[in-house]
């Protein structure tokens, strides 16, 4: 069996997958804001569960500078927590080894696994409180992709420049319009939308050459919405030396991060992982 982690900035789910990387048990609860308290919290959380054996799991952290030589979660986007060894704490409650990624970067290989036998460079984008971004190339995480995600990109909007998460995230469309993804029906607004969300696209785009886009997080549950909206917002850049992949929406847009767990799990120990 296996365990996942995926820790957020508002919620937590854990989460025990067995060998086929199918969810058996799970458990949620509110990320506090200090860091001891989170690791109560899962504590109770993993001892919950009648699961007590676990060969190797996997946890997806919103870290924003992650030294991943040493283990150290130096900060995070939407937490206090600070210089922080995660994954060795972590440890210490599940009793197995846990593999330790950004928590977007696991949300793209859970995403890969399911095209793999269809695209081989997917970048995934994940548009919620913040936006995230991953690149995996033939099943693999590249990790040289920065984790600050959409906070680190700078864009050109409303003539000056900003960080591209500032005005084109979950959080920043609340702020703007007073409404959720979930609740926004009109095209217009979804016409505005895509015009921002479209800029990071476009330069990701002629920086990553993928083979197609996968957008997540709580703004990709909401696809349907506005897919084919940002498509024709993204075909206008369509020009010779830029190729605009397809654009779906992600399957798992809920449980990706949980599902990337148990897949970089796998990965990371297949060579310590003894069959059971």
């Not at 060969?55 to 995070?76: H, L, N, W, Y």
């Amino acid at each position: 069996m296996y365990i996942g982690v995926d820790i957020g900035g508002t919620k937590t789910l854990v989460a025990v997958l067995d060998k086929r990387g199918v969810i058996t048990e799970s458990a949620k609860f509110p990320t506090p804001k200090i860091y001891e308290n989170f690791l109560n919290e899962l504590n109770k959380a993993v001892a919950s569960f009648e699961t007590k054996d676990f060969q190797a799991g996997g946890m997806g952290i919103p870290a924003v500078v992650f030294d991943r030589k040493t283990g150290e979660a130096v900060s995070f986007g939407n937490l206090p927590w600070k210089n922080v060894f995660v994954g060795q704490d972590v440890e210490q409650i599940t009793n197995c080894p846990m593999a330790v990624e950004n928590d977007a970067k696991l949300a793209g290989l859970s995403e890969a696994m399911l095209l793999k036998d269809k695209y081989s460079k997917l970048l995934y984008v994940t548009v919620s409180t913040g936006i995230g971004i991953a690149l995996i190339v033939d099943k693999k995480i590249d990790s040289n992709i920065g984790d600050a995600g959409g906070k680190g990109m700078l864009i050109e909007h409303r003539g000056k420049l900003q960080p591209w998460e500032s005005f084109a995230s979950g959080h920043a469309i609340v702020e703007r319009y007073g409404k959720k993804a979930v609740d926004i029906n009109d095209e217009a607004t979804w016409q505005a939308i895509c015009r921002d969300l479209s800029k990071g696209l476009i330069e990701l785009i002629a920086m990553m050459e993928p083979d197609v886009i996968v957008i997540g997080g709580s703004v990709g549950t909401h696809f349907n919405k506005y897919g084919k909206i940002l498509s024709e917002t993204l075909k206008k850049y369509d020009l010779p030396l830029i190729t605009i992949p397809p654009l779906i929406g992600a399957a798992r847009p809920e449980e990706a991060v949980i599902f990337g767990c148990y897949d970089f799990a796998k990965q990371e120990f297949a060579h310590a992982i003894a069959p059971r």
